[in-house]
């Protein structure tokens, strides 16, 4: 599994029962990619400090603005043929 497949399906497979195929092929490339398992260790900080925190507060206004963002982005990583992740180290 490459590097991009890797980020591709690491949120997709987050509920995954571990040993399905795909989660065995994550496993197998984080074992040799430090940078994979970088970014695999940043979202579980990231999930353990939103169950922890109380939200900020986010105007209304700057909270739409945030979420078409988003929404632009993921329309433009859906479309582009050539996805490239947000770490892309070229593998």
Known sequence: MTCKKTY?????NLDEHLN????????RHLEGCPDCRAYLDSIKKTVTLYKID????????????LMRAIDV???????????????SSGR
């Open 73 to 87: 982005e993921m329309l433009h990583l859906r479309r582009s043929p050539t996805r490239r992740s947000p770490r």
């Open 20 to 27: 399905s195929p795909r989660c065995r092929q994550i496993k």
């Open 8 to 12: 591709r399906f690491i949120c997709d």
């Open 54 to 65: 109380t939200p900020p507060h986010l105007p209304t206004s700057a909270h739409r603005r």
